[in-house]
């Protein structure tokens, strides 16, 4: 079983920035996948950056505003700069290993206009 916690979250006005973290209780080295999703209400659950492969991916609503990383083997990192009022979202961590999906609980990011 993997555990992922995120935190980092919270209210901020359009323009300002976030930066989530996401912490697990397993080595990332175990995992083929990492990344964030997000679901605003009323939306499906969407994709927001990923990495696999040593290579990241971003959606197209945050390329170059959003990036991803991770500073050691058992956290991971969503910077967010230049936040829009629709970036306004619950943010999921997520982890792939052995074909199985893990799921943090979520962190809401809210964005003021």
């Known amino acids: 079983q993997v555990q992922l916690v995120e935190s980092g979250g919270g209210s901020v006005q359009a323009g300002g920035s976030l930066r989530l973290s996401c912490a697990a209780s397993?080595?990332?080295?175990?995992?083929?996948?990492m990344g964030w999703y997000r679901q605003a209400p009323g939306k499906q659950r969407e994709l927001v950056a990923v990495?696999?492969?040593?290579?990241t991916g971003y959606a197209d609503s945050v390329k170059g505003r959003f990036a991803v990383s991770s500073d050691n083997a058992k956290t991971l990192y969503l910077q967010m700069n230049s936040l829009k009022p629709e970036d306004t979202a619950v943010y999921y961590c997520?982890?792939?290993?052995?074909?199985?999906?893990?799921w943090g609980q979520g962190t809401q990011v809210t964005v003021a206009s």
């Open positions: 997520t982890a792939k290993s052995m074909g199985s999906d893990y």
């Open positions: 397993r080595n990332f080295f175990s995992f083929s996948a």
């Open positions: 990495i696999t492969g040593g290579s």
